[in-house]
T-cell receptor, first 114, second 114 residues
Framework: KAGVTQTPRYLIKTRGQQVTLSCSPI?????VSWYQQTPGQGLQFLFEYFSETQRNKGNFPGRFSGRQFSNSRSEMNVSTLELGDSALYLC?????????????FGPGTRLTVT | SQKIEQNSEALNIQEGKTATLTCNYTNYSPAYLQWYRQDPGRGPVFLLLIRENEKEKRKERLKVTFDTTLKQSLFHITASQPADSATYLCALEVGNTGFQKLVFGTGTRLLVSP
C-alpha cells in the first residue's frame, strides 16, 4: 500500500500571505489528522477529519483551518501567515474507528515564513 | 496543568546495551499510550501501543511498560544498534471514544555508538 503523501514538501511564504497544504491518506483510511511540529513546542495536534467532518480540534487560532474531501484527501489552510507559523506540518492517517489506532504519518511539509 | 515529560537531553549509549527512555505525565488519564520513532526530516513512525490495563508489551527488541499509578511509561530497546539512533516520542490517547486525540511528548533523542 502506498503511504501518506503530502504536497508540497517545502514552501516559503511571506508574512500576511496564506498557504494551502495537501495530504493524501493511505487507501481505505477515513481519518486524517494534522499536526504542527516546532523545536520549541514539539508535535502539536491541529485537527482531525473523519468522513469529511471535523471530529476534533486543538488549541490553534482560527487562521488554521482544514477540510476533507469525499475521497478522504485533506487540505489544511493557514491565512495571514505569521513568522511563528514556520514549522513542519505533518499529516497522519488512520482507519479512525474505535480506539487505540496507530497513526501513519506523511513526510511533512516544511513551511518557512519570512 | 497537563504535561507530558520526556528527557530533553539526548541519551547516549553503546551498541549492545539496553536503552531505557522515560515518559511521565500529569493531569491526564489516558486509556492508551503509544510510542513513535522519528528520524530527522521525516514523519514519526508508530512502534508500540499499550492499554491502561496492560502492564507490559513487547515487540522484538522493544518493550514498553505502563504504570497508571506512577503516571509513567518506560520504553526499552535491548541489544541496541546504531540504526536505533533517532528521536522517540511518547503519545497519550485522550478524550472520549470518537473524539480522542494524541498528545505527544517532546521526545528523547537516542544516540547509539558502535
Amino acid at each position: 500500500k502506498a503511504g501518506v503523501t503530502q504536497t508540497p514538501r517545502y514552501l516559503i511564504k511571506t508574512r500576511g500571505q496564506q498557504v494551502t497544504l495537501s495530504c493524501s491518506p493511505i487507501s481505505g483510511h477515513r481519518s486524517v489528522s494534522w499536526y504542527q511540529q516546532t523545536p520549541g513546542q514539539g508535535l502539536q495536534f491541529l485537527f482531525e477529519y473523519f468522513s469529511e467532518t471535523q471530529r476534533n480540534k486543538g488549541n490553534f487560532p482560527g487562521r488554521f483551518s482544514g477540510r476533507q474531501f469525499s475521497n478522504s484527501r485533506s487540505e489544511m489552510n493557514v491565512s495571514t501567515l505569521e513568522l511563528g507559523d514556520s514549522a513542519l506540518y505533518l499529516c497522519a492517517s488512520s482507519n479512525g474507528q474505535g480506539r487505540a489506532y496507530e497513526q501513519y504519518f506523511g513526510p511533512g511539509t516544511r513551511l518557512t515564513v519570512t | 496543568s497537563q504535561k507530558i515529560e520526556q528527557n530533553s537531553e539526548a541519551l547516549n549509549i553503546q551498541e549492545g546495551k539496553t536503552a531505557t527512555l522515560t515518559c511521565n505525565y500529569t493531569n491526564y488519564s489516558p486509556a492508551y499510550l503509544q510510542w513513535y520513532r522519528q528520524d530527522p526530516g521525516r514523519g514519526p513512525v508508530f512502534l508500540l501501543l499499550i492499554r491502561e490495563n496492560e502492564k507490559e508489551k513487547r515487540k522484538e527488541r522493544l518493550k514498553v511498560t505502563f504504570d497508571t499509578t506512577l503516571k509513567q511509561s518506560l520504553f526499552h530497546i535491548t541489544a541496541s544498534q546504531p540504526a536505533d539512533s533517532a528521536t522517540y516520542l511518547c503519545a497519550l490517547e485522550v478524550g472520549n471514544t470518537g473524539f480522542q486525540k494524541l498528545v505527544f511528548g517532546t521526545g528523547t533523542r537516542l544516540l547509539v555508538s558502535p
